[in-house]
């Protein structure tokens, strides 16, 4: 009874905190002026993918947990959890190599940089993100790409109808389509980023030189400041790819491994353990952003002590009124 309970409120505390984190990024770039720019709509992509995962999937993948792997919601809504799942990790994998991109663009050619990167541009690359996102995870699940035998997993599979041994839900790994997916998804888009902030950071030391030789010392204040702003934003977006990196290279790694051995039952913890860490990523990700980012530190300073000095007006007030 109290490992159930200790499990109920460990992953309701994780889902709170990731629904919470998110919603205050989303809140920072909405109030903070400073982070009116057009790249911040790559981070409140990502930020809107990891809150969406946190309201639509984590409750379901914590009742999985809970209930032992027991799925009672019938198998459309398995399939519908199962796209979702995969929908939201392409979404923020493809955003992230999306910001390693527009970093390459701010720091190699910092003149052009406001005629290459329009708002247009911008929502057309959101709007191929999540569309391309939800093409590679309902498209192949309700169709029956992801099965052994091509077909849509449990079709018939009624609500509540969990037979004698109960039903669970979890994505079909056996066939060669799984090990197109991991690759195409994951594995390739992860070497162009790491090939992307490689050339970022050759491309910024080159700078920093030529500044130094090219401009007297007392005239190096401006051009400087600019150029470590936006080092700084480089390093605070290349942070928050290593710890995708940490978080769901294992589980795509146990992920490849299965659909390559189709006779390899995977274990119900050893799944749960990559599983939810790369879940941890969608909690990181607010927590890494003030923590190595100025502007953001400021907004969400800004934003707490308002809500708290709201709080405290409400209790005054109500205080007042009693007395």
Known sequence: MMSTVLRWVV????????????????L????????HQINSCFIVSLAVADLLLALLVLPFSAM????????????VFCNVYISLDVMLCTASILTLLAISVDR????????????????????????GI?????????????LGWNTPDFKVHNPNWQMWDEGEEGRTCRYEWNNKYVLLFSFGIFYLPLLVMCGVYHRIFCVA???VCRIRAAIPSHAQSASAAATVREHKATMTLASVLGAFVLCWFPYFTYFTYIGMWRETHP???SHSVVLWLGYLNSALNPILYPALNRDFRQAYRQLLHCRWAKILRILSSRQNSIM
């Open 11 to 26: 992953l309701l505390a994780f889902i709170a905190l990731t629904i919470c984190g998110n919603v205050l990024v989303c």
């Open 28 to 35: 920072a770039v909405a109030t903070s002026r400073r982070l």
């Open 64 to 75: 999985l947990e809970l209930r032992n792997g027991s799925w009672p919601l019938g198998g």
């Open 104 to 127: 390459y663009l701010a720091i190699s050619s910092p003149l052009s940089y406001p005629r290459r990167v329009t708002a247009s541009r911008v929502v057309i690359s959101l709007t």
């Open 130 to 142: 999540w569309m391309c996102s939800m093409a590679v995870s309902f498209l192949p699940v309700n």
């Open 205 to 207: 030391r080159e700078q």
């Open 267 to 269: 274990s119900d913890l």
